[in-house]
């Protein structure tokens, strides 16, 4: 099966730019999309096709997807942008399937 | 206003089994597949299973196959998920979302989620 993987942290300041990577194998060739989660909330959809945002999201927000890697980038981080972030494929095999990766927790300091 | 609200969850004890429903409203519900996703306490999100607007054509993930049921009453605008055989490890909270276009892709709005602790 398809894993994703994303490191368990990042560390930002406020007004600072935070990049979240998202690895899998050759990634590149599928659309990847990016959740946000605050404790105790459902999951909020922020990036989706590699790059593109729901009505309501800040452009702060943006994603990048190539080779192995896909990058959920959030500029002018504010305390708020506070939250697990998560990435997520459809595995179109002969047994499809949805993908999520581990999750990274951004740690505004 | 697109709002999704499951329901069903509970405490049961393993081999046991539950039915979650998730209640849809403010959108076509019958035009979309649609998505269970589950978080065990504490950790990440795990996709369960989908379902095509006709229940025609469903998916699991591995650790389910055989032992849940999602399904669907479009006159109903609900969703469902049947679980039995359950197991410790299925305890988490249960996610119902809506999947934007195609079989899969990706889950566009979510549920607030519905609890289910497996234990004696």
């Known amino acids: 099966s398809y894993v994703l993987t994303q490191p368990p942290s990042v560390s930002v300041a406020p007004g600072q730019t935070a990049r979240i990577t998202c690895g899998g194998n050759?990634?590149?060739?599928?659309?990847v999309h990016w959740y946000q989660q605050k404790p105790g909330q459902a999951p909020v959809l922020v990036v989706y096709d590699d790059s593109d945002r729901p009505s309501g999201i800040p452009e702060r927000f943006s994603g990048s997807n190539s080779g192995n890697t896909a990058t959920l980038t959030i500029s002018r981080v504010e305390a708020g942008d506070e939250a697990d972030y998560y990435c997520q494929v459809w595995d179109s095999s002969s047994d499809p399937s949805g993908v999520f990766g581990g999750g990274t927790k951004l740690t505004v300091l | 206003e697109v709002q999704l609200v499951e329901s069903g969850g509970g405490l049961v004890q393993p081999g046991g089994s539950l039915r979650l429903s998730c209640a849809a409203s403010?959108?076509?519900?019958?035009?979309?597949?649609m998505s269970w996703v589950r978080q065990a306490p504490g950790k990440g999100l795990e996709w369960v299973a989908n379902?095509?607007?006709?229940?025609?054509?469903?998916y699991y993930v591995d650790s389910v196959k055989g032992r849940f049921t999602i399904s669907r009453d479009n006159a109903k605008n609900s969703l469902y998920l049947q679980m039995n055989s359950l197991r410790a490890e299925d305890t988490a909270v249960y996610y119902c979302a809506r999947v934007p276009y195609g079989e899969g892709a990706y889950f566009d709005y979510w549920g607030q989620g519905t609890l289910v602790t497996v234990s004696s």
């Open positions: 379902i095509k607007q006709d229940g025609s054509e469903k």
């Open positions: 050759n990634i590149g060739s599928k659309s």
């Open positions: 403010g959108f076509t519900f019958s035009s979309y597949w």
